[in-house]
C-alpha cells in the first residue's frame, strides 16, 4: 500500500466508527442493547457506512 492508500483506508475507518458510535449513542443504551441481543436490525455494514460518497 502507498501513503495514499493508508490515508483511504484511515478516512474509512473513522467514518465507520463515527457511523457505529451514533448508533450505539441514539437512545437509551440498555435499548440499543436489546436491539442487538434480539437482532431486531439486519445486519449493518459499518465498513461500507464508512465509504467515501462517489462524487
Do not use: H, T
Not at 493508508?6 to 436491539?35: G, T
Amino acid at each position: 500500500m502507498d501513503a495514499f492508500d493508508v490515508d483511504q483506508v484511515l478516512f474509512q475507518y473513522a467514518r465507520a466508527a463515527k457511523e457505529l458510535w451514533k448508533f450505539c449513542n441514539m437512545s437509551d443504551p440498555e435499548f440499543v442493547a436489546r436491539l442487538i441481543r434480539d437482532g431486531d436490525r439486519e445486519f449493518v455494514d459499518w465498513w461500507e457506512l464508512g465509504a467515501p460518497k462517489e462524487r
